[in-house]
Protein backbone atom coordinates (compact mmCIF):
# COMPACT_ATOMS: atom_id res chain seq x y z
CA UNK A 1 0.00 0.00 0.00
CA UNK A 2 1.30 3.23 -0.33
CA UNK A 3 2.81 5.51 2.09
CA UNK A 4 1.27 8.97 0.40
CA UNK A 5 -2.01 9.85 -1.05
CA UNK A 6 -2.30 13.17 -3.08
CA UNK A 7 -5.76 14.62 -2.59
CA UNK A 8 -7.38 15.51 -5.22
CA UNK A 9 -6.68 13.04 -7.88
CA UNK A 10 -7.19 16.11 -10.46
CA UNK A 11 -7.65 20.15 -9.91
CA UNK A 12 -8.23 22.00 -13.25
CA UNK A 13 -7.68 26.29 -12.10
CA UNK A 14 -7.70 29.92 -13.83
CA UNK A 15 -3.94 31.11 -14.36
CA UNK A 16 -3.84 33.65 -11.49
CA UNK A 17 -5.31 31.11 -8.84
CA UNK A 18 -4.20 29.54 -6.06
CA UNK A 19 -4.14 25.72 -6.28
CA UNK A 20 -3.97 23.83 -3.06
CA UNK A 21 -3.58 19.71 -2.86
CA UNK A 22 -3.10 17.67 0.12
CA UNK A 23 -0.97 14.71 1.02
CA UNK A 24 -2.17 12.07 4.01
CA UNK A 25 -0.12 9.31 5.34
CA UNK A 26 0.29 6.47 7.60
CA UNK A 27 3.41 5.95 9.55
CA UNK A 28 5.78 7.59 11.20
CA UNK A 29 7.91 10.11 8.93
CA UNK A 30 11.58 11.49 8.89
CA UNK A 31 10.50 14.37 6.37
CA UNK A 32 7.94 14.78 3.87
CA UNK A 33 8.64 16.18 0.09
CA UNK A 34 7.06 17.27 -2.97
CA UNK A 35 7.60 16.71 -6.28
CA UNK A 36 6.48 18.02 -9.70
CA UNK A 37 5.92 15.74 -13.14
CA UNK A 38 5.37 17.51 -16.48
CA UNK A 39 3.88 15.18 -19.30
CA UNK A 40 6.21 12.90 -20.35
CA UNK A 41 9.18 13.63 -17.80
CA UNK A 42 11.36 12.76 -15.05
CA UNK A 43 10.32 13.96 -11.05
CA UNK A 44 11.91 17.20 -10.23
CA UNK A 45 12.41 17.94 -6.48
CA UNK A 46 10.49 21.07 -4.96
CA UNK A 47 10.67 21.37 -1.33
CA UNK A 48 11.34 19.19 1.67
CA UNK A 49 9.91 19.44 4.99
CA UNK A 50 11.36 17.86 8.28
CA UNK A 51 9.05 16.12 10.86
CA UNK A 52 9.91 19.03 13.06
CA UNK A 53 8.94 21.59 11.11
CA UNK A 54 5.54 22.44 10.60
CA UNK A 55 5.39 24.95 7.77
CA UNK A 56 7.64 26.12 4.46
CA UNK A 57 8.16 28.27 2.32
CA UNK A 58 10.06 28.79 -1.47
CA UNK A 59 9.01 31.13 -4.00
CA UNK A 60 5.24 30.54 -4.78
CA UNK A 61 5.13 27.30 -3.01
CA UNK A 62 4.04 27.07 0.53
CA UNK A 63 4.14 23.47 2.64
CA UNK A 64 2.65 22.70 5.75
CA UNK A 65 2.80 19.77 7.91
CA UNK A 66 0.50 18.32 10.61
CA UNK A 67 2.33 15.08 12.05
CA UNK A 68 -0.57 14.70 14.49
CA UNK A 69 -3.18 14.37 11.51
CA UNK A 70 -0.30 12.86 9.43
CA UNK A 71 -1.51 14.67 6.24
CA UNK A 72 0.85 17.91 4.43
CA UNK A 73 -0.42 20.25 2.12
CA UNK A 74 1.40 22.00 -0.77
CA UNK A 75 -0.05 25.49 -1.56
CA UNK A 76 0.71 27.14 -5.23
CA UNK A 77 0.12 30.76 -5.02
CA UNK A 78 -0.83 33.11 -8.38
CA UNK A 79 -0.70 30.16 -10.36
CA UNK A 80 0.52 29.64 -14.41
CA UNK A 81 -0.06 27.69 -17.17
CA UNK A 82 3.41 26.34 -16.95
CA UNK A 83 2.53 24.96 -13.21
CA UNK A 84 0.29 22.80 -14.73
CA UNK A 85 2.21 19.06 -13.92
CA UNK A 86 1.52 16.39 -11.81
CA UNK A 87 2.24 16.52 -8.33
CA UNK A 88 3.54 14.14 -5.66
CA UNK A 89 4.09 13.84 -2.00
CA UNK A 90 6.65 11.44 -1.07
CA UNK A 91 7.88 10.71 2.74
CA UNK A 92 10.67 8.39 4.48
CA UNK A 93 9.90 6.35 6.52
CA UNK A 94 10.95 6.59 10.23
CA UNK A 95 12.08 2.97 10.68
CA UNK A 96 15.78 3.85 10.70
CA UNK A 97 15.70 2.97 6.75
CA UNK A 98 15.78 5.65 3.75
CA UNK A 99 12.63 4.19 1.57
CA UNK A 100 11.09 6.75 -0.26
CA UNK A 101 7.48 6.01 -1.03
CA UNK A 102 5.20 8.39 -3.43
CA UNK A 103 1.73 9.22 -3.59
CA UNK A 104 -0.27 8.79 -6.79
CA UNK A 105 0.11 12.35 -7.33
CA UNK A 106 -2.27 15.17 -8.02
CA UNK A 107 -3.14 16.29 -11.66
CA UNK A 108 -2.84 20.13 -12.13
CA UNK A 109 -4.07 21.87 -14.87
CA UNK A 110 -4.18 25.46 -14.80
CA UNK A 111 -6.01 27.16 -17.68
CA UNK A 112 -4.67 30.33 -19.31
CA UNK B 1 26.52 17.76 -15.73
CA UNK B 2 23.93 14.90 -17.04
CA UNK B 3 22.61 14.18 -13.42
CA UNK B 4 20.61 10.87 -13.86
CA UNK B 5 20.60 9.43 -17.42
CA UNK B 6 18.13 6.10 -18.80
CA UNK B 7 18.82 4.10 -21.95
CA UNK B 8 16.60 3.06 -23.66
CA UNK B 9 14.04 5.54 -23.82
CA UNK B 10 11.78 3.53 -25.62
CA UNK B 11 11.81 -0.04 -26.30
CA UNK B 12 8.68 -2.49 -27.46
CA UNK B 13 9.70 -6.38 -25.89
CA UNK B 14 7.52 -9.48 -27.10
CA UNK B 15 6.59 -11.46 -24.25
CA UNK B 16 9.43 -13.97 -22.90
CA UNK B 17 12.15 -11.59 -24.67
CA UNK B 18 14.94 -9.89 -21.94
CA UNK B 19 16.43 -7.02 -22.00
CA UNK B 20 18.41 -4.16 -19.77
CA UNK B 21 17.44 -0.73 -18.80
CA UNK B 22 20.71 1.22 -17.98
CA UNK B 23 21.20 3.83 -15.83
CA UNK B 24 24.53 6.22 -15.28
CA UNK B 25 24.79 8.91 -12.77
CA UNK B 26 27.58 11.54 -12.38
CA UNK B 27 26.57 12.94 -9.13
CA UNK B 28 28.91 10.44 -6.76
CA UNK B 29 25.52 9.62 -5.41
CA UNK B 30 25.55 6.66 -3.06
CA UNK B 31 21.57 5.41 -3.12
CA UNK B 32 20.01 4.48 -6.33
CA UNK B 33 16.70 3.58 -7.30
CA UNK B 34 14.86 1.75 -9.99
CA UNK B 35 10.91 2.92 -9.85
CA UNK B 36 7.97 2.11 -11.97
CA UNK B 37 5.21 4.11 -12.96
CA UNK B 38 1.73 3.31 -13.98
CA UNK B 39 -1.43 5.27 -14.17
CA UNK B 40 -3.56 6.00 -11.31
CA UNK B 41 -0.23 4.28 -9.11
CA UNK B 42 2.06 6.52 -8.91
CA UNK B 43 5.78 5.37 -8.59
CA UNK B 44 6.50 2.01 -6.48
CA UNK B 45 9.79 1.15 -5.83
CA UNK B 46 11.42 -1.99 -7.52
CA UNK B 47 14.71 -2.55 -6.47
CA UNK B 48 17.31 -0.29 -4.40
CA UNK B 49 21.08 0.09 -4.54
CA UNK B 50 22.64 1.67 -1.04
CA UNK B 51 26.29 1.55 -2.18
CA UNK B 52 28.52 -0.29 -4.45
CA UNK B 53 28.01 -3.88 -5.06
CA UNK B 54 25.02 -3.82 -2.90
CA UNK B 55 21.10 -4.00 -4.10
CA UNK B 56 17.73 -4.59 -2.14
CA UNK B 57 14.40 -5.51 -2.92
CA UNK B 58 11.78 -2.65 -2.74
CA UNK B 59 7.62 -3.19 -3.09
CA UNK B 60 7.80 -5.03 -6.57
CA UNK B 61 11.05 -6.78 -7.01
CA UNK B 62 9.52 -10.01 -8.90
CA UNK B 63 10.48 -10.84 -12.27
CA UNK B 64 13.61 -8.07 -12.30
CA UNK B 65 16.78 -8.31 -11.04
CA UNK B 66 19.53 -5.59 -10.34
CA UNK B 67 23.38 -5.25 -10.13
CA UNK B 68 25.65 -2.50 -9.08
CA UNK B 69 29.29 -3.30 -10.20
CA UNK B 70 30.32 0.24 -10.01
CA UNK B 71 28.93 2.94 -7.97
CA UNK B 72 27.16 5.18 -10.95
CA UNK B 73 26.16 2.63 -12.59
CA UNK B 74 22.90 0.64 -11.56
CA UNK B 75 21.41 -2.20 -14.22
CA UNK B 76 17.51 -2.96 -14.31
CA UNK B 77 16.93 -6.28 -16.07
CA UNK B 78 14.10 -7.93 -16.98
CA UNK B 79 14.81 -11.93 -17.75
CA UNK B 80 11.87 -12.94 -18.93
CA UNK B 81 9.78 -9.53 -20.01
CA UNK B 82 5.44 -10.03 -19.29
CA UNK B 83 3.14 -7.86 -20.43
CA UNK B 84 1.84 -6.45 -17.07
CA UNK B 85 5.65 -5.03 -16.94
CA UNK B 86 4.15 -2.57 -19.73
CA UNK B 87 5.10 0.79 -17.68
CA UNK B 88 7.36 3.68 -17.57
CA UNK B 89 10.37 3.07 -15.36
CA UNK B 90 12.23 5.75 -13.92
CA UNK B 91 15.79 5.02 -12.46
CA UNK B 92 16.85 7.62 -9.61
CA UNK B 93 19.93 8.40 -7.13
CA UNK B 94 20.47 10.26 -3.95
CA UNK B 95 22.83 11.23 -1.26
CA UNK B 96 21.43 10.41 2.02
CA UNK B 97 22.12 13.03 5.22
CA UNK B 98 20.77 13.73 8.19
CA UNK B 99 17.47 12.61 6.99
CA UNK B 100 17.73 14.77 3.93
CA UNK B 101 16.88 12.42 0.93
CA UNK B 102 16.37 14.53 -2.37
CA UNK B 103 15.94 12.45 -4.98
CA UNK B 104 17.09 13.01 -8.60
CA UNK B 105 15.15 11.32 -11.57
CA UNK B 106 16.20 10.92 -14.85
CA UNK B 107 13.79 11.02 -17.63
CA UNK B 108 12.04 7.64 -17.82
CA UNK B 109 11.98 4.73 -19.88
CA UNK B 110 8.51 3.61 -21.81
CA UNK B 111 8.28 -0.42 -22.07
CA UNK B 112 5.77 -2.09 -23.64
CA UNK B 113 5.94 -5.56 -23.86
CA UNK B 114 3.36 -7.68 -26.40
Known amino acids: SQQGEEDPQALSIQEGENATMNCSYK?????LQWYRQNSGRGLVHLILIRSNEREKHSGRLRVTLDTSKKSSSLLITASRAADTASYFC????????????FGAGTRLFVKA | NAGVTQTPKFRVLKTGQSMTLLCAQD?????MYWYRQDPGMGLRLIHY???????AKGEVPDGYNVSRLKKQNFLLGLESAAPSQTSVYFC?????????????FGEGSWLTVV
Open chain 1, 27 to 31: TSINN
Open chain 1, 90 to 101: ATDEDTGGFKTI
Open chain 2, 92 to 104: ASSTYRQARNTIY
Open chain 2, 27 to 31: MNHEY
Open chain 2, 49 to 55: SVGEGTT
